[in-house]
Each structure stands twice: as C-alpha cells, then as structure tokens.
T-cell receptor, first 113, second 112 residues
Framework: GESVGLHLPTLSVQEGDNSIINCAYSNSASDYFIWYKQESGKGPQFIIDIRSNMDKRQGQRVTVLLNKTVKHLSLQIAATQPGDSAVYFCAESNNNAGNMLTFGGGTRLMVKP | DGGITQSPKYLFRKEGQNVTLSCEQN?????MYWYRQDPGQGLRLIYYSQIVNDFQKGDIAEGYSVSREKKESFPLTVTSAQKNPTAFYLC???????????FGQGTRLTVV
C-alpha cells in the first residue's frame, strides 16, 4: 500500500558537521510534507514543511529538499549541535486523504561531541 | 498561551479496565488526531476528526473509541478490547487540509 518510509534508522554525526536525513514516499498524490523532531518522552515538534509545488525550502539551519521524480524527501541540518539529537520523522498528506498525516518510521540522529 | 494539552502524563490501567485520555486544544483547530507510538517505532493513526461531531477510524482503531462533542476536546478511550494497550499516546490538531499538525506532550499508558 501507500507508505512513507526512511532509508536509515540511525545516523551518527560529529558536532559541527552537516546532517542529512532521508525519506522516501510512494504516494504520488502526496502534496504536502513535514519534518518533525521528537525528543525522548515528548511529542513531535514541527521543524519545517514543503508543498509539492516547491523543491527546496530553507529555515534556520535546516533545509528540506523535495524530489518528486523519485519521490524523495530530505532534511539537511547545518552545523549539527548536541541539541539536535532526537528522532526525526517525515510525514506526508494529500487532499485525497483528507489531510490525514502519514508518518515514516523515523531516524534517530546522534550527535557526537 | 495557545496550545494542545494532554492529560495525564502517565496513566496506569489494570487489565480489563477502560481508561480515557484527555486532549484539549485552544488553537481553534478544526481537525484533531490520536496516534499511538510503541518504543522505537513511528506513529500510527488511531482516530481522527475533521470537524465537531464527526470522526473516522485510522489504521489501528480496534479497541479504541473517541468522541468529538466540542471543537476543543477529543478524548480517547482505551477499552478492555485493546489487547496490548501499553504505549505512548499522542494527540495532535491542525487547521485542516494542507496544514501541519501540532502535538501534545503525550500520555504514557501502562497496563499493570
């Protein structure tokens, strides 16, 4: 069935390096994508979103890239800090599903000092 | 402050009991959602509501029930029919179509 998934379950990076977290989706009707950060024992926090009419969007230290041709989404974190250590989820929705968010399995980012 | 509040933070249930998890939002959002998260796993949709007095089953609705009598509130009842209820439960709300969802801080339910 339609799904959103992630390539890597765990990513370990050195403090100060850039991080790239990837997400693959299979629903070609998906038109809205969100990245969330979840710290241990807490609810997910919104990081950045992107609509299907864009291929790149930048925030503070974060960039989301969308490649609709291969149905791939990535989150880039610049100058990764220890506070970035968390689980990152991508989520997608589309009008046909009534804006119901479908989440990927998550990637754990570990930042080494 | 505007936000979405879940209570309690921790909940213990005896086998065979029903328990209700509270979710309240003052963001004036139309849509509300309940997700279940197991350790080291992603989020699975239990129920969602696009508007007051209406709700739909998600992927894992069996053993759960909800109500949406008020826009601000979307309580989730975990019934005795749910065979493995121990999990972290997350409530979210959004403005609706094409909008991001905001999450509460979760309720950790443990069966004792």
């Amino acid at each position: 069935g339609e799904s959103v998934g992630l390539h890597l379950p765990t990513l370990s990076v050195q403090e100060g390096d850039n991080s790239i977290i990837n997400c693959a989706y299979s629903n070609s009707a998906s038109d809205y994508f969100i990245w969330y950060k979840q710290e241990s024992g807490k609810g997910p926090q919104f990081i950045i979103d992107i609509r299907s009419n864009m291929d790149k969007r930048q925030g503070q230290r974060v960039t989301v890239l969308l490649n609709k041709t291969v149905k791939h989404l990535s989150l880039q974190i610049a100058a990764t800090q220890p506070g970035d250590s968390a689980v990152y989820f991508c989520a997608e929705s589309n009008n046909n599903a009534g804006n119901m968010l479908t989440f990927g399995g998550g990637t754990r980012l570990m930042v080494k000092p | 402050d505007g936000g979405i509040t879940q209570s309690p933070k921790y909940l213990f249930r005896k086998e065979g009991q029903n328990v209700t998890l509270s979710c309240e939002q003052n963001l004036n959002h139309d849509a509300m959602y309940w997700y279940r998260q197991d350790p080291g796993q992603g989020l699975r949709l239990i129920y969602y509501s696009q508007i007051v007095n209406d709700f739909q089953k998600g992927d894992i609705a069996e053993g759960y029930s909800v109500s949406r009598e008020k826009k601000e509130s979307f309580p989730l009842t975990v019934t005795s029919a749910q065979k493995n209820p121990t999990a972290f439960y997350l409530c979210a709300s959004s403005m609706g179509q094409g909008a991001s969802a905001f999450f509460g801080q979760g309720t950790r339910l443990t069966v004792v």
